[in-house]
């Protein structure tokens, strides 16, 4: 099955979640990424605003600010395809960007490469640590830069997603940037071939 069909069969998945199973499973992942220590060794995350059936991360966001840690959220540029990342904290003040999704306004955004871990949303995932997204090719080109490097890797990459949203294989492209992990509302998926988490 190509890209664009798995997109559409994956979005319909996910968006028959009721609005009480959405806040049942964000409570799950929430308690999963607290047993697994996953917000523990980063000072900077990188987190998502969630828009049009995505994972909610709300929770995650909040627990996020709690702990203390610097928490980010992706601004759109205006030319190119590159994101940086706005500081996100209560009294933020946000704005839409062009497809009318929030986001903090901050004079100084921060590179990809400047986080330690990175919350991504995702339309699919596989038992490669693939990740299928909206096809704009914004994260892939925000971490390219990431291919490059041997050993070292920053920031860690975590999709979010529903179980439903795991697939057996997805097609790739060289430019692909496996995550090291998938946090859903059962299980938080590690990749051994990346490093731990």
């Not at 559409?8 to 990424?33: E, F, G, I, T, V």
């Not at 697994?36 to 605003?49: E, T």
Request: charged share 25%; aromatic share 8%.
């Amino acid at each position: 099955m190509n890209k664009s069909a798995l997109r559409r069969q994956l979005k319909s998945a996910r968006n028959a979640y009721s609005p009480a199973a959405r806040r049942k499973a964000a409570h799950a992942s929430l308690r999963l990424a607290l047993r697994h220590g996953l917000l523990l060794r980063a000072r900077r995350i990188g987190v998502y605003l969630p828009h049009g059936g995505e994972f909610d991360a709300q929770f995650l966001i909040t627990q996020i600010q709690l702990m203390r840690r610097e928490c980010y959220a992706p601004v759109l540029p205006q030319r190119g395809r590159v994101l940086r990342f706005a500081r996100l904290a209560r009294d933020t003040r946000m704005t839409r960007n062009r497809f009318g999704i929030a986001e903090p306004v901050d004079a100084r955004p921060l590179r990809a490469r400047q986080l330690d871990l990175l919350l991504l949303p995702l339309v699919g995932f596989d038992h490669e640590g693939y990740r299928l997204g909206m096809g704009g090719g914004f994260y892939d080109a925000t971490l390219a830069f990431m291919r490059h490097r041997r050993s070292w890797r920053k920031p860690r990459l975590v999709g979010i997603a529903y179980e439903c949203q795991q697939v057996e294989s997805l097609p790739h492209d060289p430019w692909d940037m496996p995550l090291d992990a998938v946090l859903t509302e059962r299980q938080l998926y590690r990749y051994t071939s990346r490093q731990a988490l």
